[in-house]
């Protein structure tokens, strides 16, 4: 812990995205009740995949991989809003 710093320019697109949960959501037909969002902090594309709110790491990855890796580059930064032990654990 410490106080806050910010976050530098991004340097490039997709090099640095950031990821939030949007919970406690009614649940769909297909049992998804959370929204993930993943934002290009340069160019604040953004995209949007449902889930359900009880996601563990590896379902997350695929989530990650699936939407984000396979249509752009590896980040090189991730700002995740998470708890150190889930983001450890991703």
Request: aromatic fraction near 10%; glycine fraction near 8%; proline fraction near 3%.
């Amino acid at each position: 812990m410490g106080l806050l710093q910010p976050l530098s320019i991004a340097k490039g697109r997709w090099q640095r995205i950031g990821i939030n949960f949007i919970t406690n959501l009614p649940v769909s037909g297909s049992a998804h009740d959370c929204i993930v969002t993943f934002v290009d902090h340069m160019t604040k594309r953004a995209y949007w995949r449902a889930c359900r709110g009880a996601i563990d790491a590896l379902a997350f990855t695929c989530i990650f991989i699936d939407g984000i890796i396979r249509l752009h580059v590896v980040p090189q930064e991730v700002v995740l809003g998470h708890d150190v032990c889930w983001t450890s654990d991703y």
